[in-house]
């Protein structure tokens, strides 16, 4: 029996609770049933988009998610150990939604862009690895030297970047070409 039929043959057959039994049951679709259900969506470019495994690392490009709602969805399907590289030039980026997913796990997190401070001190208690990269073949390099076999390095930034910069694709390019040079 589907979580579905059962929502209907338990909920449902009651006669004067549909009103109320409708949203109760939207509201306790499981994560995994939501999962599952857009399994079989095709992801756009630069979002979620395998990379290249190197010296069993496993490298993620995620630039389209500008707002920490999109990085936060990423880390939702994650289970491995992460080196999360991330964006800091947007200083009105909420980043503290983040913060269990940073400590259950997050690794390492490079900050990149020019100022780091923002993303050091919402995450100074959750992440005991915490460097600034100026550059996205830089923040790859870095993250290389620190992941282990089986995490996953992701490049996910949750804020947009400075204007005048790069754009997210452009960005998750960049991202692309530094981690293929790992490989050579």
């Known amino acids: ?41 095709q992801m756009v470019g630069h979002r979620q988009s395998y990379v290249a495994t190197v010296d069993g690392v496993m490298y993620y490009d995620d630039s389209k998610a500008e707002n920490v709602n999109a990085t936060w969805f990423t880390f939702e399907n994650i289970v491995n150990p992460v080196v999360w590289i ?6 009105r980026a909420d980043f503290s939604e983040l913060k269990p997913a940073a400590r259950k796990n997050v690794r390492a997190l490079i900050c990149l862009g020019n100022d780091s401070r923002h993303l050091r001190s919402t995450f100074k208690s959750d992440v005991k690895l915490i460097y600034d990269a100026e550059s996205i073949e830089t923040a790859v390099y870095i993250a290389s030297q620190l992941a282990k076999e089986n995490d996953v390095v992701l490049f996910s930034p949750g ?26």
């Open 159 to 184: 804020c947009r970047a400075a204007k005048g910069s790069t754009s997210n694709e452009e960005r998750g390019d960049q991202y692309i070409a530094s981690v293929k040079k790992l490989g050579e």
């Open 1 to 41: 029996m589907t979580y579905l039929e059962e929502l209907t043959n338990t909920r449902l057959k009651q006669p004067h609770t549909l009103a109320e039994g409708i949203p109760s049951s939207i509201l306790n679709i499981r994560k995994e049933s939501i999962k599952q259900s857009l399994g079989g969506i």
């Open 86 to 91: 991330a964006g800091c030039d947007d200083h």
